[in-house]
């Protein structure tokens, strides 16, 4: 059961880094043209429970000594975005390219967001 779990939430990673990169455009140029993806309720994912365990962030603040570490059920807790994007940027090649394409990912942690003017279409991820 957890195999088929986490081969839906990778999937479900795959789905939305797919938007971003236009993968599921018919006029695919290999420009950055894609579209900007919102994720709504950040909060509410579900992962492995060795992941919950196991996994660390970290961060360094670039001075001597200043490695941070924080938790997964820490992170989920206080800053939910940031576990959606720091694994969707793992999936992102590591250059200008991908840092565009970070940009126009939108995560929100609950049901509200601010992007209704630009009329979002509602893809359901399987």
């Known amino acids: 059961m957890q195999v088929d779990s986490v081969l839906i939430r990778a999937r479900a990673l795959t789905q939305i880094l797919g938007y971003a990169i236009e993968v599921y455009k018919q006029e695919c140029t290999g420009v950055l043209m894609g579209d900007s993806v919102i994720v709504i309720n950040a909060k509410d994912i579900k992962v492995n429970p060795t992941r919950v365990k196991e996994k660390i962030y970290y ?68």
Request: hydrophobic share 30%; proline share 9%; charged share 25%.
């Open 59 to 126: 961060r360094h603040s670039g001075y001597p000594g200043g490695l941070k570490a924080v938790s997964f059920p820490d992170q989920l807790e206080n800053h939910p975005d940031r576990v959606i994007k720091s694994a969707v940027w793992g999936m992102l090649p590591h250059n200008k390219h991908g840092r565009h394409m970070l940009k126009r990912l939108k995560i929100y942690s609950g049901q509200e967001h601010p992007h209704a003017g630009q009329k979002p279409e509602v893809v359901v991820i399987k």
